[in-house]
């Protein structure tokens, strides 16, 4: 079991890096949903919780809207809006990746070196520094991307690290507050499809750095005319 969950935070780890370093929207999606099921995968393997039916409950529900729900609403929202890649997000894809390499260091020298407390007895070493990893790395993603659906992913894979930070702290999971955070997580999503269908119609584009752009204020070439 312990192999096995050391082999699903792994592929968490490598999921996570491989969206740093995609362009490709589609190919971006289809890590989420792998990640998602890792994320589920691992949450059922932890030490700390006996495999109960609510637990299997709240493990599938989460699973199944992240690793399908999600992306098909994100893939069909990218579809909407007509894009395929990001070009030129304001930190490439290359120091992306060495972002990503460099917050999986310190996040394991933080629980070797840094007088961190496994959360239980028993924990794995490596449940708290990959929730870290995938939390910053999704606030990463949210304000290294001008793409909106870019944007979305990064908010998603966040919403994966509280999730497994959240089972790794946890002893007892109360199932009224996970699902009320997976519907936000859920009506979040929606409304962002809905957004990103208005903005791409409005603007051609659903990048979300020229709006900073946009001003009430005449232009200076225009005034006195």
């Given at each position: 079991m312990s192999g096995l969950l050391d082999a699903m935070f792994v592929l968490v780890i490598l999921s996570t890096i491989g969206l740093l370093g995609s362009s490709r929207l589609r190919f971006g999606i289809r890590l989420l949903a792998f990640q998602g099921v890792f994320v589920g995968i691992a949450a059922l393997l932890l030490p700390n919780h006996h495999t109960t039916l609510r637990v299997v409950v709240i493990v599938f529900l989460s699973t199944a809207l992240d690793a399908v729900v999600?992306?098909?609403?994100?893939?069909?929202?990218?579809?909407?809006?007509?894009?395929?890649?990001?070009?030129?997000?304001?930190?490439?894809?290359?120091?992306?990746?060495?972002?990503?390499?460099?917050?999986?260091?310190?996040?394991?020298?933080?629980?070797?070196?840094?007088?961190?407390?496994?959360?239980?007895?028993?924990?794995?070493?490596?449940?708290?520094?990959?929730?870290?990893?995938?939390?910053?790395?999704?606030?990463?993603?949210?304000?290294?991307?001008?793409?909106?659906?870019?944007?979305?992913?990064?908010?998603?894979?966040?919403?994966?690290?509280?999730?497994?930070?959240?089972?790794?702290?946890?002893?007892e999971v109360p199932f009224l507050i996970e699902m009320g955070i997976l519907l936000d997580v859920f009506i979040m999503v929606m409304v962002m499809g809905v957004a990103l269908f208005h903005i791409s119609r409005t603007f051609d584009s659903i990048e979300v750095g020229g709006m900073t752009a946009l001003t009430d204020y005449p232009d200076e070439s225009d005034v006195g005319k």
């Open positions: 999600f992306p098909m609403l994100l893939l069909r929202a990218m579809r909407q809006a007509g894009v395929q890649r990001e070009a030129a997000p304001p930190v490439g894809y290359t120091a992306s990746v060495l972002v990503g390499v460099a917050l999986v260091a310190v996040c394991l020298w933080g629980m070797k070196y840094g007088n961190l407390r496994l959360p239980h007895e028993g924990a794995n070493p490596l449940e708290l520094p990959v929730a870290a990893f995938t939390i910053l790395t999704g606030l990463f993603l949210i304000v290294a991307r001008n793409n909106a659906l870019n944007q979305v992913v990064g908010y998603l894979v966040m919403e994966n690290g509280i999730f497994l930070a959240g089972f790794s702290t946890a002893m």
